[in-house]
Structures are given as structure tokens and as C-alpha cells.
């Protein structure tokens, strides 16, 4: 097995007892994103001269005798989203295609404080708006179990490029499902945590009440490992949750006896594939020969919950990307008649198709005569989604759903309908609503051998309930498997 193909953890143990070097590990996946980035066009932009620097810089501490961090020399791929100073990001949009930043996000503070090893900037759907990284405007990601369809989006690149071993663990960004949905489509765990458990605090807004970053990996134990080095109070972020968190990994234990675990009626019904919903109730049967206890729940606002979800991320994002205009940063087009024409033609050449049909819907909701119709009663069905959930976790300990309705679908099949790219979220948005943490862990694979995903939600603030039923199942059914590319 090469170096590029084993998990994080495996990796951590290796480098530790010194059987290899991080600047060794490097190469080696370096080797492999030249191998095979050209059939998944997963990175934006590389950073191998600066990452090789620093891996050599953790095998000098290493030597020296320093206390390192587990994650100390492993590569990490960055969603592009993610603020990295001194390394270009861009949103996979044409409005920052060449903006540099001047700071890091709090996480990437905290990833090179843990050593972790910066591979480059991972492809994604333009302002994380989308389901299948076909909206960014540098190229689409492919999926690397089948190249002829999308990765799942917005964090396609993130979740391409760990299910292709182009990185070992990357960071992502979950809005309604972006980091769970490209997991459960290319076959890796993606965990989105509790809202304010991680700090945004140099994540490019889309929409600030949903928007959370979190981890991808190959197994659950990375994803544990990556997720106790970002989580943590901010100053910075005044959605911070002041809270002490625990080794996610350290206290990783797949003793699911007595577990109870909810489904969701509502997430099995129409629309879901038949073979997504029987693998995923296949995936709890096997919990329940572990011990765990099933029970039937309803939240009966998952209807509504779409819908709600677009009208507030649309509201959000139609006033957080006010401020690409053209003046301070970013693109400006070359030829205008004044100040506000150079305002709509700015917005109009640098933003992507997608983009703006959620600032026009946005901008709509919010309107005078339509805000109380619309935008008010959205977030008065965020409010009863939370309670629904809330009151089941009286009952239950984690609920169970398929992740998404299908399995990944071909690259152009959906781009015309995008009220079908959509329904893709039908599964995840719930989770953002109500601020709550969920992970996606692969649970099957289709005749075409593509993959399906188990989601596991949790209450507030329980990512080691949610991590340690994860690593349960992954114990019974054996966890990632490498593509062919």
C-alpha cells in the first residue's frame, strides 16, 4: 500500500516512531495528484514548494524531540473558501480569481499550529452555492468512482480529493448538506459539526446562521482527529460557543450498546432511491445486532424544511455579497459608464449563473411587501424544525437517515433544473435549520459501484455520540474503498 492510500491515523503512528518522514508522506501524495488530478480536477491552486518546506520543518522538530501533534506532517487539503494568507482563494469564482489573502482563517491558525501539512486549495461550487461543483467557474470536479459524474457540491473538491487519495483529510464547508452530501457521493465520512462549535472566522460568507466548517477523511478516527484540532472558542467569531471540547479521537469507542437510534419517517418516503433507503436501513439493522435500539419518530416539518432553507441562505447570501462591487477588491470590469453601471457590470460578468438567481431570490424575500410573507415565516419554520428535533432527542440519541436521495448522478444530467439540484439537500438541510451536528459515513455501494451514505444526526454539542456510532458501523461494514481511476 502506498503512502498516499493509508488514513491519517495509521499515518500519525508512522511518522511518530520515525518508519517514515512527513517531507516522504508529501511527496507521495504529491506523486498521486499528478498521477490522477488531470481525470478529477479536484485543487485550484497547488502549494507543493511551500508544503514540502514545511514537512521538512516538521521532520527537523521531530527530531529534535519536540511534542508534536497527531496531525503534525500529515497533508490537508483546504476547501477554497477557507481563508489562507499568502495563498490565492477564490471561491471558484471569477470575482476572486486572483485575490490573495492577507490573513488566515481562525482554523487554518489552528491546522499549522497543529503542523498540519497545506496541499493547495480544493475546488468547489462558486460561493459554495451548489450541489455538484458544476457551478464553479474555473472547471467541474469529478467524481473519482465514476469521472463521467459529479462529486456532490459544494465541497466536491474536498471530498474528491481524499476519496482519490490526492490528500489524506481535507476541510470543507457545510451551508445545507455541502460537506454530508459530496461525502456520501464519493464514498468518504464528512462531518458537519454543531453551528458555532467551529469558528467562520475566515470563511467566506454565504449564508452566517447556517455556514459551518468541518472535516473529511477516509475513516471516521481522521475526521475525530482533524475535528479535535479545529473545534474551540473564537473571539473572533461572535457565534463562537464558549465550551470546553474533548479529544474527539482519544475517546473514540465503538460500544454501541444501548444506543438509541431514530427514523425519521419522513426521510423515506418519496423520492428516495429504493436502493438508498433499504442500505441505509440495512446499515441500522447491523447497529441493531450491535445492541442498539431502533424506534420509529416523526419531525413533521422535513416537508416544509426545503424551502425554508433556500429562502433564508438566499436572504443571507443577497446581503453578504453586497460587498463585491467592483471598489475595494475582487474583479471590476474593464468598461462602464459611471458608478452604477460599473456596480451591474461587475456583479453581472463576475458572478456565475447560480449565484445570482440566489442573490435575485434573496434580494426578493427580503423586499418590502414580501419580507413578512416570506422571509419572516421561513424563520418562524427554523424555530419549529429545532423544536421538533429537540423534543426527539428526549427519546433517541441519534437519528438515522439516508444522506442523499440518490446516488451521484452524471455531470450535466441536472444543470437545467435547478429545482432538481435542489432536492438533492432534501436530507441535510434539516441539520443546518436547526444548527445541530451530522456525519455521513459510506454504507453501500450500487451495481455501478458507486457509493451511498448513512447520516447520522445528533443534539447540539454531542459529536463524540455522533463520531463513536460511526465508528460502530465502520467496524461492521469495513469503511472506504478505493476508486479505481
Known amino acids: 500500500m502506498e503512502l498516499y492510500e493509508k488514513n491519517a491515523w ?219 484540532v479545529i473545534a474551540g472558542h473564537d473571539g473572533m467569531d461572535a457565534t463562537s460557543a464558549y465550551r470546553e471540547y474533548p479529544d474527539y479521537a482519544a475517546a473514540l469507542n465503538a460500544d454501541i450498546d444501548g444506543l438509541r437510534i431514530g427514523l425519521p419517517k419522513e426521510y423515506f418516503g418519496e423520492g428516495i432511491d429504493p436502493f438508498v433507503k433499504q442500505s441505509v436501513l440495512n446499515a441500522v439493522k447491523e447497529m441493531e445486532k450491535q445492541g442498539a435500539v431502533v424506534k420509529e419518530i416523526s419531525l413533521p416539518s422535513t416537508d416544509y424544511a426545503l424551502s425554508s432553507y433556500y429562502i433564508i441562505s438566499s436572504a443571507e447570501a443577497s446581503s453578504n455579497l453586497a460587498r463585491y462591487d467592483g471598489v475595494r477588491y475582487g474583479f471590476r470590469a474593464e468598461n462602464y459608464d459611471g458608478l452604477v453601471d460599473m456596480y451591474e457590470r461587475t456583479r453581472s460578468e463576475g458572478f456565475g449563473d447560480e449565484v445570482k438567481r440566489r442573490i435575485m431570490l434573496g434580494t426578493f424575500v427580503l423586499s418590502s411587501g414580501f419580507y413578512d410573507a416570506y422571509y419572516k415565516k421561513a424563520k418562524l419554520l427554523q424555530r419549529r424544525i429545532l423544536g421538533e428535533f429537540t423534543s426527539q432527542f428526549r427519546d433517541v440519541d441519534v437519528i438515522a437517515t439516508p444522506t442523499v436521495p440518490t446516488t451521484a448522478f452524471k455531470i450535466g444530467e441536472n444543470t437545467d433544473d435547478p429545482l432538481k439540484m435542489y432536492a438533492t439537500d432534501i436530507c441535510t438541510v434539516t441539520v443546518n435549520i436547526a444548527g445541530l451536528p451530522a456525519i455521513s459515513v459510506p454504507c453501500a455501494y450500487d451495481e455501478k459501484g458507486l457509493p451511498a451514505g448513512l447520516q447520522l444526526i445528533g443534539n447540539k454539542f454531542t459529536e463524540q455520540t455522533l463520531l463513536n456510532a460511526a465508528y460502530a458501523y465502520e467496524c461492521i461494514s469495513g469503511g472506504f474503498r478505493k476508486p479505481e481511476l
Open 10 to 228: 495509521e499515518l500519525s503512528e508512522m511518522l511518530k516512531s520515525k518508519e517514515i518522514s512527513s517531507a516522504e508522506l508529501t511527496r507521495s501524495v504529491f506523486d498521486r495528484i499528478k498521477s490522477v488530478e488531470d481525470k478529477v480536477d479536484a485543487y485550484l491552486t497547488l502549494n507543493e514548494e511551500n508544503a514540502i518546506e514545511t514537512a521538512s520543518e516538521i521532520d527537523k522538530k521531530r527530531l529534535a524531540g519536540d511534542q508534536l501533534s497527531d496531525l503534525a506532517g500529515i497533508p490537508v487539503g483546504i476547501k477554497d473558501n477557507i481563508s489562507t494568507k499568502g495563498l490565492r482563494t477564490t471561491c471558484a469564482s471569477k470575482m476572486l480569481e486572483n485575490y490573495v489573502p492577507p490573513f488566515n482563517a481562525t482554523v487554518m491558525d489552528k491546522m499549522t499550529n497543529a503542523g498540519a501539512v497545506i496541499t493547495g486549495k480544493l475546488n468547489m461550487d462558486e460561493f459554495a452555492m451548489g450541489s455538484s461543483t458544476e457551478n464553479s467557474y474555473f472547471k467541474p470536479t469529478r467524481n473519482p468512482f465514476d469521472t463521467e459524474r459529479i462529486p456532490g457540491g459544494s465541497s466536491g473538491g474536498s471530498a474528491a480529493s481524499v476519496a482519490a487519495c490526492e490528500a489524506v483529510v481535507s476541510l470543507g464547508s457545510d451551508t445545507g448538506g455541502s460537506i454530508r452530501q459530496p461525502a456520501s457521493y464519493c464514498g468518504v465520512v464528512g462531518l458537519k459539526p454543531t453551528y458555532g462549535s467551529v469558528s467562520r472566522y475566515g470563511l467566506v460568507a454565504f449564508a452566517s446562521s447556517l455556514d459551518q466548517i468541518g472535516p473529511l477523511g477516509r475513516c471516521v478516527k481522521d475526521v475525530a482527529m482533524v475535528q479535535s
